[in-house]
């Protein structure tokens, strides 16, 4: 019988909680651009999500790695009760916020719960990856609604009905591989902690794309509604634009192994399209909900995380996690 430490089990646990709940936050938000056109239907969507989600860490893990090993160093003792703290504070820091209807980034909360964490952990922590990781967030909505804005600008000139649909497919699949390379990796690198390895075999990415698959079927259509409804009064040119606009800012983070958000990214792309036509498609008073909350997450993420792991180090608790 193989025996498996309890600090180890337990953030397996808390691991496989976190990549339901980032199904749940991020699989709506990934289907949303397309709502309005047929040409991926959603349940395919998600099929197509959780098998590039299985399948791309296994060519490029880069984002997961520095979730693990760049903003923190979480393989020294009381490494794993650090990421323990960092996740449950991150997941309490979304779904506050999403009850208040204020959906925000799990990404942007991880940071900062691991940052924190980290910090109050008496881990070493890096500020310059800290602060590049903070920049890019901050950069990548920015980005995605400059090239969506061209891309839609593009699509108004060349694209006719039917070729919209072609280019939604395309679109689709970039920005579900972006998010399979980038975002989808935070998960990744919390399984990597609580197994204490940094080998990204085919039974593990299949699990978490499996836990994904199940919290994104289950949180679509509040998470979807959210964007496709409520930031944009949106057609399908927007939807197509944004999706190419987000997959390629979020491919180019993860070519530097840098994370962002995929949710950001889409956001700012549905904007960038809206504007590409009319400001007055883009509802404002939604979109000032959707950034607050983007401003809180990292902060408060970073000083429950912090505060909760210093709290744990100077009780002694963290000596049980060795």
């Known amino acids: 019988m193989v025996h498996v430490p309890l600090d180890a089990a337990v953030l397996f646990g808390i691991a496989a909680l976190f990549a339901a709940a ?16 047929p040409s991926v239907r959603p349940l395919v969507g998600i099929v197509t999500l959780v098998v590039l989600v299985a399948l791309v860490p296994l060519l490029s893990d880069a984002v997961a790695v520095t ?27 979304v779904l506050v916020l999403s009850a208040r209807g204020r959906p925000t980034s799990l990404t942007l909360a991880l940071v900062g719960g691991l940052t924190g964490a980290g910090l109050g952990a008496g881990l070493p922590v890096s500020p310059g990856w800290v602060l590049l990781v903070l ?26 009905a039917r070729q919209l649909r072609r280019w939604h497919v395309a679109g689709f699949l970039l920005q579900s591989a972006a998010y399979a390379a980038n975002d989808a990796q935070k998960m990744l690198a919390v399984f990597m902690i609580a197994l204490g ?45 944004a999706e190419l606009g987000a997959g390629l800012t979020v ?72």
């Open 67 to 93: 979730f693990v090993t760049r903003l923190a160093s979480f393989d020294r003792p009381g490494g794993q009760a650090a990421v323990l703290i960092a996740v449950a504070a991150a997941l309490l820091v």
């Open 197 to 241: 390895s940094l080998a990204v075999p085919l039974w593990l990415t299949g699990l978490i794309a499996a836990l994904f698959g199940v919290g994104a079927l289950y949180g679509m259509p509040k998470a979807g509604r959210t964007l496709s409804r409520e930031v944009i009064a949106s057609r399908p040119l927007h939807g197509v634009a």
């Open 22 to 37: 980032s199904g749940m936050n991020d699989g709506g938000a990934l289907l949303a651009t397309g709502l309005k056109l």
């Open 251 to 322: 491919v180019l983070c993860a070519a530097a192994g840098t994370p962002v958000s995929m949710t950001q990214a889409i956001a700012g792309g549905l904007i960038g399209a809206g504007i590409a036509q009319s400001t007055g498609r883009v509802r404002w008073y939604a979109t000032v909900k959707i950034v607050s909350a983007w401003t809180l997450t990292l902060p408060v993420s970073l000083v429950l995380a912090g505060a909760s792991a210093l709290l744990v180090r100077l009780v002694g608790i963290v000596e049980v996690w060795g």
């Open 135 to 160: 920049a890019v967030g901050i950069a990548s909505p920015f980005a995605g609604a400059a090239t969506s804005w061209l891309a839609a600008r593009l699509l108004v000139r060349l694209a006719t």
